[in-house]
């Protein structure tokens, strides 16, 4: 890993999807240190009692989460200034107009419909860096807002 990785966490409910999500970065080997929480709530937790300069780059979001839904986190981190260099990447197997709509207008850079194949996997979460990097500041583009597995 070099010096200069791209901390990512991944707040999602769903324990075999963080171990995939996990697993394909580690395959990817594109210089990331990923992170992991079980919902909404342990996320703003660690997020809320996190130096600035230690927050993740990106935070991939699932939106269906117990306790605290991943819109609620999302809102609560725009509401945030100490979050605005944190890119976000909705994470979800949601694949509802309303829930991207919502996510959009609420400031996420990138909605994600979770791939049932792992290489399909590898693929999104490498757009979702360049991505996430290269749509950092609103206006936000909804042509390049929805990443689908091709």
Same mark, same amino acid.
């Given at each position: 890993?070099?010096?200069?990785?791209?901390?990512?966490?991944?707040?999602?409910?769903?324990?075999?999807?963080?171990?995939? =999500? /996990? #697993?394909?970065?580690?395959?990817?080997?594109?210089?990331? %240190?990923? +992170?992991?929480?079980?919902?909404?709530?342990? &996320?703003?937790?660690?997020?809320?009692?996190?130096?600035?300069?230690?927050?993740?780059?990106?935070?991939?979001?699932?939106?269906?989460?117990?306790?605290?839904?991943?819109?609620?986190?999302?809102?609560?981190?725009?509401?945030?200034?100490? =979050? /605005? #260099?944190?890119?976000?990447?909705?994470?979800?197997?949601? %694949?509802? +107009?309303?829930?991207?709509?919502?996510?959009? &207008?609420?400031?996420?850079?990138?909605?994600?419909?979770?791939?049932?194949?792992?290489?399909?996997?590898?693929?999104?979460?490498?757009?979702?860096?360049?991505?996430?990097?290269?749509?950092?500041?609103?206006?936000?583009?909804?042509?390049? =807002?929805?990443?689908?597995?091709?």
């Amino acid at each position: 890993m070099n010096e200069k990785s791209i901390k990512i966490l991944l707040a999602d409910d769903d324990e075999a999807d963080r171990l995939l =999500f /996990k #697993e394909a970065f580690d395959e990817l080997n594109v210089g990331t %240190s990923v +992170e992991t929480v079980n919902d909404g709530d342990e &996320l703003m937790h660690l997020m809320q009692n996190t130096e600035a300069e230690n927050l993740p780059q990106i935070l991939f979001l699932d939106i269906n989460m117990p306790r605290k839904n991943g819109l609620e986190c999302l809102k609560e981190i725009r509401a945030d200034v100490k =979050f /605005k #260099e944190v890119s976000v990447a909705i994470y979800s197997t949601s %694949s509802s +107009e309303n829930d991207m709509q919502e996510t959009f &207008l609420n400031g996420a850079n990138v909605y994600i419909h979770k791939p049932n194949d792992f290489q399909k996997l590898k693929k999104l979460l490498e757009k979702a860096i360049i991505y996430a990097n290269v749509y950092q500041d609103p206006p936000f583009n909804k042509d390049n =807002f929805l990443l689908v597995a091709e």
